[in-house]
């Protein structure tokens, strides 16, 4: 059975610092691997996908890689702002059409 | 904005009462979507819906069903509702072809306290 995970959990970065969200997941036999932000008790909206035969995406201040052999991925945010604050969640999709989500990293960007 | 919208976003329900939620995909996709959110956890996928056929489902007990229509608009109905049934539940539409794996658009959701 699939199970994503992310790493750290939650973390506070002054504003400006750039970062790195890690997410890892157990079977390599993937379709795509997406991250999505997600604001308090709200939907999710998707960042950027990777699809399996990729190795990175970048989008604006985004930019997220995927080694698939080994099970991870990682987000890079540059140059952080206090409109990022939110919870990022990392997903994979199986051959079952079935999104696998990790708990999240909840991200506080300090003014 | 994604294009996709759930109602309603908030419900309040006892114990064993049933619910029907509900959703209308982006234009032009086919494929919705249900996952449930508990509160400090990730999305868990309840079931897929592809051209008003099934077309996966997660863990969840048989009194999670579900209906897509021809306009791709979706229902998730929950019956005898339980405590632990409280959560977020949000619904996603993708267009899907074979060979492709396209982005899934999330609504807002609709949070359902059960108590």
Partial sequence: KQEVTQI???LSVPEGENLVLNCSFTDSAIYNLQWFRQDPGKGLTSLLLIQSSQREQTSGRL????????GRSTLYIAASQPGDSATY???VLT????????TGTRLTVIP | ETGVTQ?????????GQQVTLRCSSQSGHNTVSWYQQALGQGPQFIFQYYREEENGRGNFP???SGLQFPNYSSELNVNALELDDS????CASSLWEA?????LFFGSGTQLSVL
Avoid at chain 1, 95 to 102: Q, T, V
Avoid at chain 2, 87 to 90: G, P, Q, R
């Fill in chain 2, 99 to 103: 060979g492709t794996n396209e982005k």
């Fill in chain 2, 87 to 90: 959560a977020l539940y949000l």
């Fill in chain 1, 95 to 102: 051959g079952a059409n079935n999104l696998f989500f990790g």
């Fill in chain 1, 8 to 10: 750290p959990a939650a």
């Fill in chain 2, 62 to 64: 048989p009194r999670f």
């Fill in chain 1, 89 to 91: 969640l990392c997903a």
């Fill in chain 2, 7 to 15: 109602s309603p976003t908030h419900l309040i329900k006892t114990r």
């Fill in chain 1, 63 to 70: 930019n997220a890689s995927l080694d698939k052999s080994s």
